[in-house]
């Protein structure tokens, strides 16, 4: 069965420095794999998103994606953290090629010291 | 361009009750999916629908949930009767066309169950 794990429950930077989520999945195919963030009170947002071609994925906010097939991972990656990135992360896997079902895990939050 | 629209935004019932919630989507959005998001963790899908039909409720406890979305617009998730275990944040989310588009989400509606 396909599953999602982020192995960081909560992580702690600092303003400025630079952050890596990590993120690994079970998929037996090709995955299409995303990134949203949520901020509280508010819904999901993709950050970005991969479904074939370049490995290195940007997106939104001057985050970016590196999709490893070798070792089933798409990490997440910001050279340098403002305060306002300060939410949850998910990563997500969608089976059978379909954005329908989505398989979220469990979450990163992301906490930023001033 | 308006959002995913949902009501109420907070809801508290004690078990046994009934309840729901409603989703107006993005207009001219055809897919329109429902996720039940507990708490610690990522979103899990209830129900995926395509226009008016259903595409995916393989995970929707039908027993006590059902889902509608009349004239292929507005969709309306009712929980009848509750238990404590549904406390979670229902989340809704719509897509332009095809599976393979971005997802947008509502901001939620948070339940309690007493």
């Known amino acids: 069965a396909q599953s999602v794990t982020q192995p960081d429950i909560h992580i702690t930077v600092s303003e400025g420095a630079s952050l890596e989520l990590r993120c690994n999945y079970s998929y037996g195919a090709t995955p299409y794999l995303f990134w949203y963030v949520q901020s509280p009170g508010q819904g999901l947002q993709l950050l970005l998103k991969y479904f074939s071609g370049d490995t290195l994925v940007q997106g939104i906010k001057g985050f970016e994606a590196e999709f490893k097939r070798s070792q089933s991972s798409f990490n997440l990656r910001k050279p340098s953290v403002h305060w306002s990135d300060a939410a949850e992360y998910f990563c997500?896997?969608?089976?059978?090629?379909?954005?329908?079902?989505?398989?979220f895990g469990k979450g990163t939050k992301l906490s930023v010291k001033p | 361009e308006a959002g995913v629209a949902q009501s109420p935004r907070y809801k508290i019932i004690e078990k046994r009750q009934s309840v729901a919630f409603w989703c107006n989507p993005i207009s001219g959005h055809a897919t329109l999916y429902w996720y039940q998001q507990i708490l610690g963790q990522g979103p899990k899908l209830l129900i995926q629908?395509?226009?008016?039909?259903?595409?995916?409720d393989s995970q929707l406890p039908k027993d006590r949930f059902s889902a509608e979305r009349l004239k292929g617009v507005d969709s309306t998730l009712k929980i009848q009767p509750a238990k404590l275990e549904d406390s979670a944040v229902y989340l809704c989310?719509?897509?332009?066309?095809?599976?393979?588009?971005?997802?947008?989400f509502g901001p939620g509606t948070r339940l309690t169950v007493l």
């Open positions: 629908f395509q226009n008016n039909g259903v595409v995916d």
């Open positions: 997500a896997v969608a089976a059978g090629g379909s954005q329908g079902n989505l398989i």
């Open positions: 989310a719509s897509s332009p066309r095809t599976p393979e588009d971005t997802q947008y």
